[in-house]
């Protein structure tokens, strides 16, 4: 069974200053995606970030990037100039066919900015 | 558009009774996914109804069972609560099961926040 480790619980960073959240994976598939949540007290998920696995180029969304080692099964986030507003409890999560098409999630990292 | 709707935002039940939570996907969504959000373990996957059909259920007992309607919305029933049931419910919903992979994601509600006393 697919697994997500995030060794993370808690977080900080000053604003304006960058932060790299980690998340491993056990995985015995080659074709999968990753996925990296946001979860701000509103509860509403909201998708960060994705990486299919078979790209070798690392994705990359505005201040948010992923540092993807697939022989490593890990896959980080790193956020750029943070803001007061990516205070949130992130999630690292994977998907596949072979996980029977579910996202399992890590049990995520609470993220706090410091002004 | 409206995003996905989840009914109600809070409920409270006491031990042994049993609870209805509901989903309304988005608009042309046929995929329905529920997690249970339980503090400190993250979120568990419990159902996934496609096409009015459930491909998939977690590892969960048999009281947490649900459905899924004609127009795709979705309920999750959970029969003879018990404390640990206690926990956020969050649906999510994609256009069909390839919404993850296609590109085109899936989008979660709100939750249902479910407190059992």
């Known amino acids: 069974a697919q697994t997500v480790t995030q060794s993370q619980p808690e977080m900080s960073v000053q604003e304006a200053e960058t932060v790299t959240l980690s998340c491993t994976y056990d995985?015995?598939?080659?074709?999968?995606?990753l996925f990296w949540y946001k979860q701000p007290p509103s509860r509403q998920m909201i998708l960060v970030i994705r990486?299919?696995?078979?790209?070798?180029q690392n994705a990359t969304e505005n201040r948010f990037s992923v540092n993807f080692q697939k022989a490593a099964k890990s896959f980080s986030l790193k956020i750029s100039d943070s803001q007061l507003g990516d205070a949130a409890m992130y999630f690292c999560?994977?998907?596949?066919?072979?996980?029977?098409?579910?996202?399992?999630f890590g049990k995520g990292t609470l993220l706090t900015v410091n002004p | 558009e409206a995003g996905v709707t989840q009914s109600p935002t809070h409920l409270i039940k006491t031990r042994g009774q049993q609870a209805t939570l509901r989903c309304s996907p988005i608009?042309?969504?046929?995929?329905v996914y529920w997690y249970q959000q339980a503090l400190g373990l993250g979120l568990q996957f419990l159902l996934w109804?496609?096409?009015?059909?459930?491909?998939n259920r977690g590892n969960f007992p048999p009281r947490f069972s649900g459905r899924q309607f004609p127009n795709y919305s979705s309920e999750l029933n959970v029969n003879a609560l018990e404390l640990e049931d206690s926990a956020l419910y969050l649906c999510?919903?994609?256009?069909?099961?390839?919404?993850?992979?296609?590109?085109?994601?899936?989008?979660f509600g709100q939750g249902t926040r479910l407190t059992v006393v």
């Open positions: 990486q299919e696995a078979y790209k070798q």
């Open positions: 109804y496609d096409e009015g059909e459930e491909r």
């Open positions: 608009s042309g969504h046929t995929s």
């Open positions: 999560a994977y998907y596949s066919g072979g996980s029977n098409y579910k996202l399992t």
């Open positions: 999510a919903s994609s256009l069909s099961w390839t919404g993850w992979i296609s590109g085109t994601e899936a989008f």
């Open positions: 995985t015995s598939e080659s074709d999968y995606y």
